[in-house]
């Protein structure tokens, strides 16, 4: 079973920066995959950002690009998403997810375990 916790977030005019954090428990931190995705209000869950086990690939939404980063830190057993020049469509609750399969995937139903996610809002 495993556990993600994630922290980083709150209210920032456009323009600003977020950095948010996904701490993991209870698992092999590196054997799996590591995807963030967002949720707005009514609106489906939507992939954002994904990082490979070892951390030497990753991949965006268009929407993203350019605009985030996604890093993790094995030996921390955390996964970091970096938000800079922010929009208000990027507001959304974010949640960090584990893939424990060996496939690349961004879909949400492919992610095996998920975090309770954090409030991003962005001001115009």
């Known amino acids: 079973q495993v556990q993600l916790v994630e922290s980083g977030g709150g209210l920032v005019q456009a323009g600003g920066s977020l950095r948010l954090s996904c701490a993991a428990s209870?698992?092999?931190?590196?054997?799996?995959?590591m995807g963030w995705f967002r949720q707005a209000p009514g609106k489906e869950r939507e992939f954002v950002a994904r990082?490979?086990?070892?951390?030497?690939?990753?991949h965006y939404a268009d929407s993203v690009k350019g605009r985030f980063t996604i890093s993790r830190d094995n030996a921390k057993n955390t996964v970091y998403l970096q938000m800079n020049s922010l929009k208000p469509e990027d507001t959304a609750v974010y949640y960090c997810?584990?893939?424990?399969?060996?496939?690349?995937?961004?879909?949400?139903?492919?992610?095996?375990?998920w975090g309770q996610g954090t409030q991003v809002t962005v001001s115009s």
């Open positions: 209870g698992g092999t931190f590196s054997s799996y995959a």
């Open positions: 990082i490979s086990r070892s951390g030497g690939a990753t």
């Open positions: 997810a584990a893939d424990l399969g060996s496939m690349f995937t961004t879909q949400v139903r492919r992610y095996n375990y």
